[in-house]
């Protein structure tokens, strides 16, 4: 599997721009992305650097009850119409359903 995902993100960084995805793929998808997201919410600044990481704005509460419901769904016997959905879905849901573009779905507001 890691050998497919690493094909994968090496060919998002070869086609899509960096303008356009604005970090490596590959990079977002090792284990040192991880390990520096958790540095960063403990207070461990990767060689002093107070760099900003991609889940900055998420509170460290939510990204735990995400980790905590992602191993949950790979149980046996999961079902994910037991499992709550958030607040956007619903906003995301409709616009979706009225035909909205969803490539441009940004924030719960679709771009003008």
Not at 19 to 39: D, Y
Not at 59 to 64: A, G, K, V, Y
Request: proline residues 8%; aromatic residues 8%.
């Amino acid at each position: 599997m890691a050998g497919v995902a690493d094909e994968i993100a090496q060919g998002f960084d070869r086609i899509v721009p960096f303008a356009e995805r604005g970090a490596s793929t590959r990079e977002l998808l090792s284990g040192a992305f991880l390990t520096g997201e958790l540095r960063q919410r403990l207070g461990l600044r990767r060689n002093g650097s107070a760099a900003p990481t991609i889940f900055g704005p998420v509170p460290t509460r939510e990204l735990l009850a995400m980790l905590w419901r992602l191993a949950l769904s790979q149980t046996p016997y999961h079902d994910p119409a037991d499992q709550p959905l958030p607040a956007w879905a619903d906003t995301w849901m409709r616009a979706y359903e009225n035909g909205v573009d969803m490539r441009t779905f940004v924030a719960g507001q679709p771009e003008r």
